[in-house]
């Protein structure tokens, strides 16, 4: 039996766990205020036309770019500012990722959904500093654990009725990630709704960009769907090859949306 998660949004709430499936979109990294308000209103718009809870999401901050010249993003205090201005102007619930204790206090007087990178999935300092925000926490499950174990990462996060578990790949040698699909129901046997991250789970983390394959993407979220997982966790952008983070997965937006109306149309056994 799992505990619903209530993200309360401005115009509304957004409840993982329901039997409704919930989607949580947007560009891997905040490139620009235009291109944020620009990606969230038409992932909104497709989201809002098929009925589908929305979420965006955005990084203010990627803290583990495997190239130290690569783009990490405006920053928390400019990066903030920006998702705030999304959550006002289209009225929509906002996620972010959180990197320290300090980092989520500050975010979460803005956003609704705080998030745990994968690589952070199991510092207790930070999940409890979330948990102590009150706001929910998705837990991404680090590419090297155990899905049984995620259990415990999420009772430092806030528990039952405050934390998510989000499934993103697992370390397959060096340089791919697979994806175990029994995981989701592994963690949802912990008692939490159950996140599937579709394109980080296609990432290929080698040499000095990390690279990935984006063709694979509606396959992977038709069989979570499938599978019976409570959010899609999708990463889109206007102009993929030209994004300044994960440009090889991320999702053009024409190709986000028509992904999204199969997945509507498709029938969700409870896991």
Known sequence: MISPVVIQGPRGAVSAGTGSLVVIAGPCMLESRDLALRTAGAAAETCAKLGIPFVFKSSYLKANRTSAGSAT??????????LAEVRESLGVPVLTDVHSPAEARAAAAVVDVLQVPAFLCRQTELLQACAATGKPVNVKKGQFMNPADMGRAAEKAGGPGRALLCERGTFFGYGDLVVDFRSLHVMRECGYPVVFDVTHSLQRPAGGTTGGDRRFAPAMARAAVAFG??????????DPPRALSDSAVQLPLEVFASLLWECSQMARPSL
């Open 73 to 82: 993003g405006p920053g928390l205090e400019a990066g903030l500012k920006i």
């Open 229 to 238: 997982v409570d959010a899609l966790f999708l990463e889109t952008h206007p």
